[in-house]
């Protein structure tokens, strides 16, 4: 973890919780205060698991999903969510159905597209788009936009921690929100407090990890 000021978020789950490090980060969109370390829920079966169950209790009942859309690396959460869907249960309205786990691949200009032989798994299909964080808003919304253009519905947006509670006009559900977090900040970098106080960028982070400046 990129600073010594790190520690455990837990939840009543005992494979759910989330670490995270204060400091002074930047993304590819902002600054922000805390890094959110997501790589263990997306890597570990069982942490993967854990944020499915959590997650999987605003959909089953409301949500026909088809295709899930997985963005940030969360394939494994993906896959996890896919087979709480389609568990047996008279309230799962996805029961015993198929669900296709799909990943976008990425332009030089950032923009999500489909190879031809993934499109059908996503042309005239309800798509469930899962991140490991939304903050800005910036990949979801464009998952959003690439699912409309390959001729899919959006079936939601959810993440394992989200700033925000709507995007593109969808609500966004998360396991962990800021009010996890004590004083959490995210804002442009021409309007971070902590660059105006001379306060040294700790690391840069993306989806990856992070990568330390000092």
Not at 8 to 19: A, Q, V
């Amino acid at each position: 973890m990129p600073t010594s000021n790190t520690y455990k978020i837990r939840t009543k789950s005992n494979n759910l919780y989330l670490r995270v490090s204060e400091g002074h980060f930047a993304t590819s969109h902002s600054h922000i205060n805390y890094y959110i370390d997501v790589a263990a829920q997306k890597a570990r079966l069982s942490e993967a698991t854990a944020v499915a169950k959590d997650l999987v209790t605003y959909y089953k009942t409301t949500a026909v999903v088809d295709t899930i859309l997985c963005l940030d690396g969360t394939e494994v959460i993906g896959t996890c969510l896919a087979r709480e869907l389609t568990r047996d249960d008279f309230a799962n309205m996805n029961a015993h159905q198929t669900i296709y786990v799909v990943t976008p691949e990425h332009t030089t200009g950032s923009q999500l597209f489909f190879r031809d032989n993934i499109v059908p798994m996503i042309a005239n299909k309800n798509v469930l788009i899962l991140a490991g964080s939304v903050a800005t808003g910036y990949t979801a919304q464009a998952a959003v936009e690439a699912v409309k253009y390959y001729g899919g519905i959006p079936a939601g947006i959810c993440a394992i921690f989200a700033t925000i509670e709507s995007c593109a006009g969808y609500p966004v559900r998360s396991v962990f929100n800021p009010n996890d977090l004590p004083g959490y900040m995210s804002c442009p970098s021409h309007e971070c407090p902590m660059c105006k106080e001379g306060k040294k960028i700790d690391a840069l982070v993306n989806h990856y990890g992070f990568s330390k400046l000092q």
